[in-house]
Every structure is written in C-alpha cells, then in structure tokens.
C-alpha cells in the first residue's frame, strides 16, 4: 500500500507537472501565433470590418495566452522550468506592448509605419519570444 500510494502522488506530480505544462505552454505558444498573424494581417487588409476582426482577435488571443502562461507558471516546480519562464515572461510582455503599438499605428492610418514596426522590432522580439516557446 506504501508503494501504490508513493506511485500514484509520483502519477500526479508527473502529469501535472509535465503533461499539464506542455498543454498550458503549448496552448500559449498558440495564441501567441495567432497574434502574431493577426498583428502582420491588419497592416495588410484594406477593409475596415477586417482590421477591426484583427484587432479584436489580437487583444483577445493575448488574454488567452496571458491565462495560459499564467497555469504554466502555477504549476512550475523545478528550478529549471522556473528560469525558462523567467526568460520568456518579459518577451511576452514586450511583444504584447509592441502588438498594442501596431494597433495604435493602424487605428491612426499609420499603416506604413506598422508595418516598419512588425518587421523590425516585433521580428526581433518574435524570435527570441518563439525560442522561448520552443
């Protein structure tokens, strides 16, 4: 009885911590994308009905990604899982501000400069945000 119960805390805790945490960072890596796709597609359309779907769709992805990341980061338990996410939070943060800047730059029919924006400084924080993920 020892053993069968030591085996399954070992079950729980396996499955929690790992099988839980790569849906969690694999569903924040997701909505993270689809973000990204968002953010590139409203400097592209040219009706207004679909920048707005984008906009919408980007803030919206973001609160999922944002939840997401936030079970991943309350099931952390080891050391090394807690510099991964220590890493990759403030490229998070940082993309999401940025994603929030090329909003503003489309909302204000600045769209040249949105998308002077996503290739050069949301590109670079994209890289390094998906090596996290990854």
């Known amino acids: 009885l020892i053993t069968i119960n030591a085996l399954d805390k070992a079950d729980t805790l396996l499955f929690e911590e790992n099988t839980l945490g790569l849906e969690y960072a694999g569903n924040a890596s997701v909505y993270y994308q689809r973000v990204r796709f968002n953010a590139i597609k409203m400097t592209i359309v040219e009706e207004t009905g679909q ?6 769709n980007i803030k919206a992805y973001s609160i999922k990604a944002d ?3 936030k079970k991943y980061e309350d099931g952390i338990i080891s050391d090394v899982d807690r510099k991964q996410f220590d890493a ?6 940082q993309y999401k501000t940025l994603s929030g800047d090329t909003v503003k730059l489309v909302q204000s029919g600045q769209r040249e400069q949105a998308k002077s924006l996503i290739l050069g400084d949301m590109t670079t924080v994209a890289t390094s945000l998906q090596e996290s993920f990854d």
Request: glycine share 0%; charged share 25%; net charge negative.
């Open 51 to 56: 920048i707005d779907t984008c906009i919408s």
């Open 67 to 69: 939840d997401f990341l």
């Open 88 to 93: 990759l939070k403030p490229l998070w943060e």
